[in-house]
């Protein structure tokens, strides 16, 4: 079996430097969750987990579990399965390939692998991070430590344990594909730098996020029109009608709709990155050409 293994989401360097970075580990962790149990189609990205901290509130003095909870059934509609209290249960959830745990408990008591490959192995409080069972052998499991810029450190299991058992075993479990409301986003053009998209005048323009029906913004273009930037164009698909926008939208960078998702019909593209580089080539190809013509001419 292939366990998806989201990308870590680290919070060293989310808030400005002052503030204390552990308070955002249960919403790092809790997003990695997020891709596993929608099989990666939720983004594990900083900014994901940044719109997780907008949901519950923006607390700077650590999250909860039932913080999470709340804040993903506001995101995404589901939320994780919340356990506590059994050694047996963890031991069992954490061995399981096709689930994606998020464990709280005492930072010190995670194993020294975990730690040392970490931005603050000397905190001494609380912490929440994200496992799962390696599929390679029986017995190990993959960490994603907020606390690091690592991906994916290799521990056994029972190494663990004594980190879980700090809180009373207490754990959030993501099911592989348990969500079954799921987001498809198929890039088909991306522009680096971002390319100008042009808005003509009077055009009625919402802006979406993906996991939400309504728009978040609305405006109607001016009689001068209107201009913006967007750093992709892709193919939007909803498990259900209803659940957000779908088809062909263009991912803002700035202006009235940065950061949100405009529906790209009625918009004047930038050009497609590849015919910009075949113009360039061909330009390239002919006045090569012409230099040649020079050099023939000029030798006579």
């Given at each position: ?12 360097g ?6 204390r ?7 790092c ?12 189609r939720?983004?594990?990205?900083v ?18 579990s ?60 609380g ?91 609305r ?11 967007a ?16 088809g ?47 050099l ?5």
């Amino acid at each position: 079996m292939t366990v998806y293994l989201p990308a870590n989401v680290s919070e060293v360097g989310v808030y400005r430097p002052g503030t204390r970075i552990e308070t955002t580990c249960t919403l790092c962790a809790g997003t990695a969750g997020a891709a596993k149990a929608s099989r990666g189609r939720i983004p594990a990205t900083v900014a994901e987990m940044t719109r997780l901290w907008y949901a519950v509130g923006r607390a700077f003095n650590g999250y909860t579990s039932a913080q999470l909870r709340t804040g993903q059934q506001a995101l995404y509609r589901h939320g994780p399965e919340h356990r506590v209290g059994s050694a047996g249960v963890w031991r069992t959830d954490a061995a399981d390939q096709a689930l994606g745990i998020v464990t709280y408990g005492d930072y010190q008591q995670l194993p020294a692998a975990i730690r040392e490959a970490g931005h603050q192995p000397g905190y001494d409080g609380g912490h929440a991070i994200y496992h799962q069972a390696e599929p390679r052998g029986t017995g190990w499991s993959v960490v994603n430590d907020p606390l690091a810029t690592v991906t994916g450190t290799r521990v056994r299991t029972a190494d663990l344990e004594p980190f879980a058992r700090s809180h009373n075993y207490e754990h959030d479990v993501y099911r592989e594909g348990a969500w079954k409301t799921m987001i498809t986003v198929t890039v088909t053009e991306t522009w680096d730098p971002p390319g100008r998209v042009l808005f003509p005048a009077g055009a009625k323009v919402a802006g979406y996020q993906l996991d939400r029906p309504a728009p978040v913004k609305r405006t109607a273009i001016g009689p001068k029109g209107s201009s913006a930037h967007a750093f992709q164009l892709a193919t939007v698909a909803q498990a259900a009608a209803g659940d957000g926008p779908a088809g062909a939208m263009l991912h803002m960078t700035d202006g009235y709709f940065a950061d949100l998702w405009v529906p790209s019909a009625g918009l004047t593209l930038p050009p497609s990155p590849a015919s910009a580089m075949r113009a360039a080539v061909e330009k390239a190809a002919r006045d090569l050409q012409q230099v040649k013509a020079d050099l023939d001419q000029a030798l006579g």
